[in-house]
């Protein structure tokens, strides 16, 4: 019996330990170590920061970073901001069967690929879209309109792409609150606002950290959205690193980015757990 | 919702019109893509110009219906043969992985869960990169010191799988932890004092009781990866899974035939979850 569970230990301990070992941990290492090799000649190399002092010494690639840090923060913020009353009319309002369907129809759209997403909004903005055709056969423009393209573009793509992952944790956990406890804080004198502040708030924290967490890392690390709704001037560090990979192939750069992108979301992640007292197994598991 | 707390009527219609404009929002992009796939022109922009169905079954150029368009076919085929794999992979490694969780006291149990739930915090580009440094390492130093060439370490199919593989697994094993923890565990003692093996019992009686947070890891496993992007990206080979193909076609320009191919797989991708939905309510509401 004895050597019996230390064999079935074993024999469920393996899968686990190859897979985080051979691709997460050991690509990881990898990632990092390649990230401090420079190329002095044909085949030569020496651990060196040269990636990273190229990284902090180049205006671009530090301008990018960040602002590919506060956009994806700022989508977080608003998918929050414009998810919020949907989920507590799901959670609240909505009853039986209706808070169902509404939530099924949340959901819907988010097994359709990115790229599908991405495409319709493509359709709905370009000059030649839906959205340009309407504005110039009702008259309120002349010209075709040119709605692709720009930072609003792809922040409407990037929070309609994150949406679900904030919405479901936010009904999960509002649903769980007590409706006697809000109407108590009405009892107890308390205001729309008050009571929002002071008991829904609080209580759907988990909820709130863990669709941000994960709403900001998809953000971050999205390709897609970025390259086919931004413009020029909207390049984003996912673009970077694919440039120094598949274009330029000079692999130790892009190794040095992918880290420092690694590096931000855990920060942020982080930063996150921290400040509202959660664990990534609590929000997360 | 809470009927003794009294709101402003004008209050309630805003509110009630604020969602319902959310899901027109929802809707927009994906109404529109599946609208265009049956104009009959050769974008997929007003005006109308008729209905026609040449973008799924068409023949000729410049209208070659989906069915009829063989890259598209074959970059179908090669997303559900990684997606299957993918799938298969995930459902084995996160039932082995949620048994050893639930069943077992181990050292550095914590440790480990933390660093099974990372790759859900790993941004899908990086996990694409390291794993393409880390099997090039291996490729290289297999090359240099023995000669051996082997291509299932280089960008293509068997490194898109593992790609893949490597988060979903994590989505898996959450999604059967959950029910596993649910279960209770005298059932599987009663199997054993009744002389069954600790496998039998397990075959028996645990395994039927998770089999609707397998079939839902499966089809959530096969629903991520067929429309995995980012990570796809860094290792993809000459074998490109359809959202890869679709992307390329995408940045050269569209036509309906892009419309097409996301409406058959909208219809896909929602049958399928629809099916898992059935499933679940079926076995867990009975």
Known sequence: MQTGARIGFILLFAPLLLWLGLLIVIPHIDLFLLSLRERIGVGEYRTSLANYIAFFGEPLYLVTFMRTAIMSVLATVLTLIIGFPVAFYIAKFAKGRAQSVLFLLCLVPFWVSELVRTFGWMILLRETGIFSELLQWSGLVDGPVEMLYNDAAMMVGLVYTSMLFMIVPLITTLESLDDSVIEAGYDLGGTGPSVLREIVIPHAMPGIVSGSIVVFMLSLGNYLTPTMLGGKDSLWFTEMIYAQFIVRFNWELGAAFGFMLLILSSLIVWAMLRLTGQTLEKTMG | ?286
């Open chain 2, 1 to 286: 919702m809470i009927p003794s707390i009294r709101q402003p009527a004008a209050f309630r219609i805003l509110w009630k019109l604020y969602v319902a404009l959310f899901f027109v929002y929802l809707a927009l992009p994906l109404v529109v893509v599946s609208v265009f796939a049956f104009n009959d022109s050769l974008f997929p922009s007003l005006p109308w110009k008729g209905f026609t169905l040449e973008w799924f079954f068409g023949q000729s150029r410049p209208m070659i219906g989906v069915f009829n368009e063989r890259p598209i076919m074959r970059a179908l085929g090669n997303s559900a043969f990684i997606a299957v794999m993918v799938s298969a992979l995930s459902v084995a490694v996160g039932t082995s992985n949620a048994f050893l969780f639930n069943r077992y006291q181990f050292r550095f149990r914590g440790l480990l869960y933390v660093l099974l739930l990372l790759p859900l915090v790993i941004p899908g580009i990086v996990l694409g990169i390291s794993i393409l440094i880390f099997s090039s390492n291996v490729a290289n130093g297999l090359e240099d010191s023995f000669g051996w060439d082997i291509a299932a370490l280089r960008p293509g199919l068997v490194l898109v799988i593992l790609g893949q593989f490597s988060f979903v697994a994590t989505i898996v094993t959450l999604v059967v932890s959950a029910r596993l923890q649910k279960f209770d565990p005298t059932l599987e003692e009663a199997a054993l004092n009744l002389g069954a093996t600790r496998l039998t019992a397990v075959r028996t009686i645990t395994l039927p009781y998770l089999m609707p947070a397998l079939v839902g890891g499966f089809i959530v496993a096969f629903l991520m990866s067929f429309e995995n992007f980012n990570t796809t990206l860094m290792l993809v080979g000459s074998d490109a899974p359809l959202t890869i193909a679709m992307f390329d076609r995408l940045k050269e320009g569209s036509t309906p035939l892009l419309n097409a191919v996301s409406l058959v797989l909208m219809i896909g991708s929602t049958g399928l979850a629809l099916l898992m939905i059935l499933f679940q309510g079926r076995k867990t509401g009975g």
